[in-house]
């Protein structure tokens, strides 16, 4: 079957580093995605990764390792409204997304 | 660019009555659109892909008789929840695929349908 993992919930300080994994075992592979989701709001696109290596875009990095089968997201200098939940999908080889059940991310000041 | 819209985005209704939860692509035309449902600290959860003009592609386990989709345009597409229950309460969101290379739809979501049912 299909599988992707990554963590329930990570507490993270304002101003910290967060890292968010996410391991996937999926019937072919055609790239990864980070989503970011505010409570009650539709998923906004973070991140598009297909070969490996560190993507980075502002305070946010994604990072790919295909032949591991694992991704993690990256969040520096961590702002309040950066609480939220993290959903990671991979494109499988019919290009269908394959969502993770997301990471709660709660940052205290 | 690519802005989905999605009305309403927020019901409540009886049980046993209908509803219907539309999915706009405002400024581009969508090749695809898809409709997923996500229960509290759940994921998505794909329900069905339609395109425009043709019927609804459902996942197992949806069924297509209660969940009526509806796609007239390349710019709406409809998800009617038939006779709905309590169970049913869940948050619907849509989204709108542009098709790139290679046979991928780029998503671009809507805002979402809070559907409660009493």
């Known amino acids: 079957g299909q599988n992707i993992d990554q963590p329930t919930e990570m507490t993270a300080t304002e101003g910290a580093i967060v890292q968010i994994n996410c391991t996937y075992q999926t019937s072919g592979f055609n790239g990864l995605f980070w989503y970011q989701q505010h409570a009650g709001e539709a998923p906004t696109f973070l991140s598009y990764?297909?070969l490996d290596g560190l993507e980075e875009k502002g305070r946010f990095s994604s990072f790919l390792s295909r032949s591991k089968g694992y991704s993690y997201l990256l969040l520096k200098e961590l702002q309040m409204k950066d609480s939220a939940s993290y959903l990671c999908?991979?494109?499988?080889?019919?290009?269908?997304?394959?969502w993770g059940a997301g990471t709660k991310l709660i940052i205290k000041p | 660019g690519a802005v989905v819209s999605q009305h309403p985005s927020r019901v409540i209704c009886k049980s046993g009555t209908s509803v219907k939860i539309e999915c706009r692509s405002l400024?581009?035309?969508?090749?695809?659109m898809f409709w997923y449902r996500q229960f509290p600290k759940k994921s998505l959860m794909l329900m069905a892909t339609?395109?425009?003009?043709?019927?609804?592609?459902?996942e197992q386990g949806v069924e297509k008789d209660k969940f009526l989709i509806n796609h007239a345009s390349l710019t709406l597409s409809t998800l009617t929840v038939t006779s709905a229950h309590p169970e049913d309460s869940s948050f619907y969101i849509c989204?709108?695929?542009?098709?790139?290379?290679?046979?991928?739809?780029?998503?671009?979501f809507g805002p979402g349908t809070r559907l409660t049912v009493l």
């Open positions: 999908a991979v494109l499988d080889s019919n290009y269908q997304l394959i």
């Open positions: 989204s709108a695929g542009l098709l790139l290379a290679d046979s991928y739809n780029e998503q671009f």
């Open positions: 400024d581009f035309q969508a090749t695809t």
């Open positions: 339609s395109n425009e003009g043709s019927k609804a592609t459902y």
């Open positions: 990764n297909v």
